[in-house]
C-alpha cells in the first residue's frame, strides 16, 4: 500500500487547513503523526477502519478531527485554530489490522509528509 499526503501549506494562527491521506489499496486502522523541526515524531490522531473509532493527542483535541471515506481510500485531518506549535511534517500512516493505535510503530505504511507552518 502506498500513502499519499496532501494540503500542507502556511497558515496563520487561528486559521484552518485540511490534510489529505490517499492510499493505493485499501486500509485499515489509520493514523496521522508529526514531526517538529528536532523533535521526534509523534501521535496526532487515529480512526479505526470504520470511522467508528477516534483517538487524538491531548494537545489536539478539539482542534483537530479526523475522518475517512473508504470509498476513495482516503484519510483527512480537519485542522482548526491553528497554533504556532503546530508546525510540522505531517505523516499519514496505515496499518494491517482494524485497531486503533496510538503507537507510532504498530503502523505499516508510512506517507511521504506534508510541511505545515503556522505563523504567530
Known amino acids: 500500500v502506498q500513502l499519499q499526503a496532501s494540503g500542507g501549506g502556511s497558515v496563520q494562527a487561528g486559521g484552518s487547513l485540511r490534510l489529505s491521506c490517499a492510499a493505493s489499496g485499501r486500509t485499515y486502522a489509520m493514523g496521522w503523526f508529526r514531526q517538529a523541526p528536532g523533535k521526534e515524531r509523534e501521535f496526532v490522531a487515529a480512526i479505526s477502519w470504520r470511522g467508528g473509532v477516534t483517538k487524538y493527542a491531548d494537545s489536539v483535541k478539539g482542534r483537530l478531527a479526523i475522518s475517512r471515506d473508504n470509498a476513495k481510500n482516503t484519510v483527512y485531518l480537519q485542522m482548526n485554530s491553528l497554533k504556532p506549535e503546530d508546525t510540522a511534517v505531517y505523516f499519514c500512516?496505515?496499518?494491517?489490522?482494524?485497531?486503533?493505535?496510538?503507537?507510532?510503530?504498530?503502523?505499516?505504511?508510512w506517507g511521504q509528509g506534508t510541511l505545515v507552518t503556522v505563523s504567530s
Open positions: 500512516a496505515a496499518r494491517t489490522t482494524t485497531v486503533v493505535s496510538t503507537t507510532l510503530s504498530r503502523y505499516n505504511y
